[in-house]
Nanobody, 124 residues
Framework: VQLVQSGGGLVQAGDSLRLSCAAS????????VAWFRQAPGKEREFVAS????????DYADSLKGRTTISRDGAKNAFYLQMSSLKPEDTAVYYC??????????????????WGQGTQVTVSS
């Protein structure tokens, strides 16, 4: 499975942004998916996830209420919509997917496939 990310860039504090992740796998609806981010000098951290079975979503506390993860089975893609962006949201954002029928979680070890990463920079 290949994951190709798009979106990102330089925005101002308070702006909104949508990141996209397109998958090469036609059965992608059977994969649990997630977003992570890595700020300079910090470890990669969990942002959001969505299950394959029933679309249950999980969000990091720091982003809850400002972030929505969604998926489009017809397009084999999933998205991260972020609003009210803050300078501390500046990071490289990565999309990730499990193996088919995989279990979601906040650990990177739950995911076997990763996008190439996309830079999001929020200026104050």
């Amino acid at each position: 499975v290949q994951l190709v990310q798009s979106g990102g860039g330089l925005v101002q504090a308070g702006d909104s942004l949508r990141l996209s992740c397109a998958a090469s796998e036609l059965r992608f609806a059977m994969y649990a998916v997630a977003w992570f981010r890595q700020a300079p000098g910090k470890e990669r951290e969990f942002v959001a996830s969505i299950t394959w079975r029933n679309g249950v979503r999980d969000y990091a506390d720091s982003l809850k209420g400002r972030t929505t993860i969604s998926r489009d089975g017809a397009k084999n893609a999933f998205y991260l919509q972020m609003s009210s962006l803050k300078p501390e949201d500046t990071a490289v954002y990565y999309c990730a997917a499990s193996t088919p029928y995989g279990v979601v979680g906040r650990s990177m070890t739950k995911y076997d496939y990763w996008g190439q990463g996309t830079q999001v920079t929020v200026s104050s």
